[in-house]
């Protein structure tokens, strides 16, 4: 089953535009990660945020929390040819061996 | 930089035959995982490790498919037969035990089963 719904389903921008993606869940969790996926590197972690943080940047990328929404969204600033790949978000809750649940990605394309 | 190993990338095979993926994750990794992701979808979990234990394998189809990570190094996913359902992409993953849970993938194996 999968908790996460990313939002939209698909993002077409222009290069150097910021895009936005979302993340809703369902259940109470311990943290949240975001993974990129594309056909050259695979599925690579990006960056988690947990429960009790609120917002978090890495270098172009901010991501907020907001738990009482059970949300979260992803933002690229610039956006690169490079960034044109699969988001998806992630969740794991308490007790679960820290096991992920995934949502069904947001499909961005960025055109140059 | 240490990556997780998966063969063989492809496989097609055709129904009732059986097929097997291999993974070796990032040395000193405890967790091993095993997804299958169909396209356009995100990844399900089929199989936890933690070391030689399996800690999860509720969603693994056990009529058919098999996993086992012997030594707590390696692993391997077996599935016998195979269907055309079985037709995805099969995921390897590691990490370190504890709760940060940054998992590292492998390439996957796009498996066809015609």
């Known amino acids: 089953s999968q908790q996460g719904e990313e939002d939209p389903q698909a993002l077409s921008i222009q290069e150097g535009e910021n895009a936005t993606m979302n993340c809703s869940y369902k259940t109470s969790i311990n943290n949240l990660q975001w993974y990129r996926q594309n056909s050259g590197r695979g599925l690579v972690h990006l960056i988690l945020?947990?429960?009790n943080e609120r917002e978090k940047h890495s270098g172009r990328l901010r991501v907020t929390l907001d738990t009482s929404k059970k949300s979260s969204s992803l933002l690229i600033t610039a956006s690169r040819a490079a960034d044109t790949a699969s988001y998806f978000c992630?969740?794991?809750?308490?007790?679960?061996?820290?096991?992920?649940?995934w949502g069904a990605g947001t499909k961005l394309i960025i055109k140059p | 930089e240490a990556e997780v190993a998966q063969s063989p990338r492809y496989k097609i095979t055709e129904k009732s035959q059986a097929v097997a993926f291999w993974c070796d994750p990032i040395s000193g990794h405890a967790t091993l995982y095993w997804y299958r992701q169909i396209l356009g979808q995100g990844p399900e979990l089929l199989v936890q490790?933690?070391?030689?234990?399996?800690?999860?394998d509720s969603q693994l189809p056990k009529d058919r498919f098999s996993a086992e990570r012997l030594k707590g190094v390696d692993s391997t996913l077996k599935i016998q037969p195979a269907e055309l359902g079985d037709s995805a992409m099969y995921l390897c993953?590691?990490?370190?035990?504890?709760?940060?849970?940054?998992?590292?993938f492998g390439p996957g194996t796009r498996l066809t089963v015609l």
């Open positions: 992630a969740t794991d809750a308490p007790d679960s061996n820290y096991q992920l649940i």
């Open positions: 945020i947990r429960s």
């Open positions: 490790f933690q070391d030689e234990s399996v800690v999860d």
């Open positions: 993953a590691s990490s370190l035990a504890g709760n940060h849970n940054e998992q590292f």
